[in-house]
């Protein structure tokens, strides 16, 4: 059983593990970095740590520091929220060594997930639809060969990828050696490996991911799906569950696919397969072998605890439920709410004079934000996430429109303003949106 968890993160993702802890009867050891000793997680624990210097990566990616944390408090598993090490095979193996219980999945699993090809290539194997596309790596040499095959336009993407970079679309067979080499050299640039890909470029689709979880023994389960279709330069903004595009039988065909594919694999914690859906059809991406930001409209929509389920199965105690018991109720709605100019998106890091978050049925604020607070410069700008949920689609926006005017954070820049003219907005109202929507809308409404 685990007794004690170190939680090697930051922000609202710490608060948010401190809590399923705390629920489980478990201590918990908070690590911060000098620039977070007044942080809320910091204060809720029951032990904190301090682990270095502002930057990342002499604190919250320092694996020997948090490694000597444990050792000093005496912490038996160790939660890494998302981000930072959360996806570090090395990092699961080091804990391993040191008989620390890494909250998450095997190393081998994380590895297999965090190369984009052979991830492709085992979802493929496992049954999930995969975007139509290069087997594994293009050369220049065998890019229009390739390219042909697929059909143009196609999207050029690094193996090693993530954040957005090192992609580039060749609409055209003229486009294309230029496509490969940008690619190629940003890939480098950003990974340290210039290795890429060739997939189908899909012109409007959705971006809808499926929730799973699993034991590690062979048992999986989905929790439907999420649909983050409303991005900024490949970041979430605004997700809902359900999907706005999905019926009944859709979800649970393709939570199905996944939930089995996790069985096969054997894969132990949470994770989420993600898709682009065009026509009706669903292509894999990728998979993320972690919690994500946008898990609680998971949790509003199921009543389902994914932080509770990630620690059950990392100490053996299997899932506590099983597909059947997991019934759908309601829509859900997260708002990212971040330290940014609404309208150009720099960060506005500082102080916060005034905090006040919203209540009543059906409101959730995960923040480690508040009063006095003052937001460091280091990090990124996601400072809380508000979460809606209501019986309906309907009740949601209704509910979320209510919310949005309640909530006071002054001091810095908030995206607050952002959520408040997309409620009013007739696309999102009705549901209908791709994942270059809000882009267009914010360059439509910059001109105006
Ligand atoms: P990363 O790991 O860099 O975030 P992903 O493979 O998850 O890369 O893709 C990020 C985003 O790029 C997707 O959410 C989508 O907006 C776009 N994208 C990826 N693959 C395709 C594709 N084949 N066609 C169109 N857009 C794509």
């Given at each position: 059983m685990i007794s004690k968890v170190l939680i090697a993160n930051r922000g609202e993702i710490a608060l948010r593990v401190l809590r399923a802890c705390k629920e489980l009867g478990i201590a918990t050891v908070a690590v911060h970095s000098t620039a977070d000793a007044d942080a809320m997680h910091v204060r809720l624990a029951d032990e904190s740590v301090c682990i270095g210097p502002p930057p990342s990566r002499e604190s919250y990616l320092n694996i020997h520091q948090i490694v000597a944390a444990c050792e000093i408090t005496g912490a038996d598993a160790v939660h890494p929220g998302y981000?930072?090490?959360?996806?570090n095979a090395k990092f699961a193996e080091i804990l391993d060594a040191h008989g620390i219980t890494f909250i998450g999945p095997t190393a081998e699993h994380i590895r297999i997930m965090g190369d984009k090809i052979t991830a492709k290539q085992t979802a493929q194997e496992l049954g999930i639809p995969v975007v139509p596309g290069s087997d594994g790596e293009v050369k220049p040499e065998n890019a229009l060969e390739v390219a042909r095959k697929i059909g143009f336009p196609v999207l050029i993407k690094a193996t090693a990828g993530g954040g957005g970079r090192g992609m580039k679309v060749a609409k055209t067979e003229a486009d294309l050696e230029e496509a490969v080499s940008t690619a190629r050299s940003e890939a480098l640039a950003a990974f340290g490996n210039d290795a890429v890909y060739m997939e189908k470029y899909l012109g409007k689709p959705r971006h809808i991911e499926i929730q799973v979880v699993g034991d590690g023994m062979g048992n999986a389960v989905h929790l439907g799906e999420r649909d983050?279709?409303?991005?900024r330069r490949h970041q979430k903004v605004w997700e809902e569950a359900?999907?706005?595009?999905?019926?009944v039988e859709q979800r649970m065909k393709i939570g199905q696919v996944c939930a089995d594919a996790m069985k096969k694999l054997k894969y132990r914690g949470a994770g989420t397969v993600e898709f682009l859906y065009e026509n009706g059809e669903f292509y894999f991406i990728e998979m993320n072998t972690r919690l994500q930001v946008e898990h609680p409209i998971t949790e509003a929509i199921t009543g389902i605890d994914l932080v509770h389920e990630q620690i059950r199965v990392a100490s053996g105690a299997g899932l506590s439920v099983t597909q059947e018991d997991i019934v759908f109720s309601g829509h859900a709605i997260e708002c990212r709410i971040n330290?940014?100019?609404?309208?150009?998106f720099v960060p506005s890091p500082g102080t916060i004079t005034h905090f006040h978050a919203p209540g009543g049925l059906g409101v959730r604020v995960d923040s480690?934000?508040?009063?006095g607070y003052k937001i460091p410069p280091y990090y990124d700008s996601l400072i809380g996430k508000l979460i809606v949920h209501g019986r309906t689609r309907v009740e949601c926006m209704m509910r979320l429109r209510r919310v949005l005017d309640e909530f006071v954070i002054d001091g810095i820049k908030t995206t607050l303003p952002l959520f408040q003219d997309l409620i009013g907005n007739q696309d999102i109202a009705n549901g209908d949106y791709d994942i270059h929507w809000l882009e267009n809308y914010l360059a439509s409404t910059t001109d105006a």
């Open positions: 981000g930072f090490l959360s996806e983050c279709s409303l991005q359900n999907s706005p595009a999905l019926n330290a940014e100019d609404p309208r150009t480690g934000a508040y009063q």
